[in-house]
């Protein structure tokens, strides 16, 4: 066999690309329950929601001499109020590391100067631990969706926590908007306003659209004649102007300002949220379905509570030495931005197979979100 020589040459390996750090996580409905309490429960399995409920009832004259309880009239409504407990649900991300996958070269490693074997472990428990927080928070701020949406948290195999919104705040357009030359959207979202201060006493503020609603609430005529009329404007979508004041984080969070409109008695913001997600069947799913506009008063308060661990006790000093994670440096970048997270609400750990060949790392959340105020939201199918 004949050896030939070959011209060497020299290599230069570029940093690697890692598009972890590139896909944001977008965080607006989980926003939203900032405006309620947020509770850290690390030992109870389950949690009480008391409301009590109001009326808007008149004062009563009455004969003098006289009182109201003699006129026959109940005025004793104090003591009357509706409590509900709720599980704490559980979302957990596992994630296996062996042996094997420790004595393969990782992306950005330099072929002659390999990591140790130890450099190597925490790297890929690192990479799981980024991955987990990053699917958790999507799958919590579709919970938080799903609950400004529809007054429900689905939990799994159907269960579903009920947060008692009116069945009159799931309602439909009286004409859907692509029938854009009959449709009334103006009318249906001064309804949908009428709502929630009738019933939810707050006065409302903001409309969420979906993508497909948004685009046909543009071309209907109701819409047009309003944006053409030149001695009052009642309507105004302009992408050059800034969301009003106390809406940054709305911003940060994802939500993109479209503009403003009155509609009967009231003057909303309007917004669009086009973040998405992808389903375990690779199908790219938004927030907010195409069809859904979602109206709100801001401000109102929604709770988020967060349960404890299901797991027994671990060190965490010796886990924090072994991995050097356990708080929240996994979340995205804009996720930590926001402000609205913090360690104790996730429970990060790790445990080893017993042939000492392969070890999983794990993050818990258990998260529950009740729009306490829950009518103060109203959904329109357009």
Not at 37 to 45: M, P, R, S
Request: charged share 20%; no cysteine; proline share 4%.
């Amino acid at each position: 066999m004949t050896i030939q020589a070959v011209q060497n040459y020299t290599r230069l390996m570029t940093p690697a690309f890692v598009d972890l750090e590139n896909i944001p996580v977008f965080t607006f409905f989980q926003n939203l329950f900032t405006s309620g309490q947020t509770v850290i429960e690390v030992d109870a399995n389950a949690i009480d929601i008391d409301i009590q409920r109001g009326n808007k009832k008149l004062a009563v004259y009455i004969p003098r001499g006289t009182d109201a309880v003699n006129a026959g009239l109940n005025r004793a409504l104090l003591e009357k109020f509706t409590s509900d407990t709720k599980l704490f649900p559980l979302i957990e991300e596992l994630t296996p590391i062996t042996s094997d996958m420790i004595t393969k070269r990782m992306p950005g490693e330099p072929v002659y100067a390999p990591l140790s074997r130890t450099a190597k472990q925490t790297a890929l428990a690192m990479k799981a631990h980024r991955e987990h927080m990053n699917r958790i928070i999507r799958k919590m701020e579709l919970s938080a969706a799903e609950s400004i949406r529809t007054g429900f948290q689905t939990i799994h195999g159907g269960l579903k926590y009920d947060f008692y919104r009116l069945a009159t705040h799931n309602t439909t357009a009286a004409t859907v908007w692509s029938t854009s030359a009959t449709a009334v959207p103006i009318t249906d979202l001064a309804t949908a306003g009428n709502l929630i201060f009738r019933d939810g006493n707050r006065r409302p503020t903001d409309i969420i659209f979906g993508s497909g609603s948004w685009d046909e609430f543009l071309l209907t005529t109701q819409v047009i004649n309003l944006a053409d009329n030149r001695r009052i404007v009642h309507f105004a979508a302009d992408m050059t102007v800034d969301a009003p004041a106390g809406y940054d984080d709305w911003v940060k969070a994802g939500a993109i300002f479209q503009g403003q409109v009155k509609a009967g008695d009231w003057k909303f913001n309007m917004w669009t949220y086009p973040a998405v997600y992808d389903t375990d069947a690779d199908v790219v799913t938004q927030y907010v379905p195409d069809g859904e506009v979602i109206v709100i008063a801001k401000g109102a308060r929604y709770d988020r509570y967060f349960g404890p661990a299901d797991r027994l006790e671990v060190d965490t000093e010796i886990f924090k030495r072994m991995f050097g994670i356990g708080d929240i440096e996994g979340m995205s970048p804009n996720v930590v931005q926001s402000g609205i997270f913090s360690s104790n609400m996730f429970h990060v750990d790790a445990y080893g197979a017993n042939n000492n060949k392969a070890f999983n790392v794990r993050t818990q959340v258990a998260p529950i979100f009740p729009t306490i105020e829950v009518d103060t939201i109203v959904k329109l199918t357009a």
